[in-house]
């Protein structure tokens, strides 16, 4: 089981995840929690839309982009409010 993604250098802790091929490109669906006060940092990361992405536990990096991205919550900058992100990358060629 994933414990945790990096993107971009970030470490993000997930709780669950599903990892495939689709067309010979590596692609990765987590779901992670996010808190108010973690909100505008990780928001302001997914912004990016294209990140270096790190799998520590399987020994896997590729270059990867948002294919799919949702959230629980819409506002998260009320105090103490958690949501869950859904995340699906997939890989780029370079």
């Known amino acids: 089981m994933l414990s945790e993604l990096i993107l971009n250098d970030t470490t993000i802790k997930v709780s669950k995840c599903i990892e495939e091929k689709v067309n010979n490109l590596y692609k990765v669906s987590v779901e992670f929690d996010v808190t108010s006060e973690q909100y ?11 990140f270096d992405v790190k799998i520590p536990d399987n020994d896997v990096a590729f270059k990867g982009k948002i294919y799919h991205y949702s959230t629980s919550l ?6 103490d409010q958690i949501g869950i992100f859904t995340l699906t990358l997939i890989e780029v060629n370079n």
């Open 40 to 50: 505008h940092d990780i928001t302001t990361l997914l912004y990016e839309g294209i």
């Open 74 to 79: 819409t506002n998260l900058y009320k105090k």
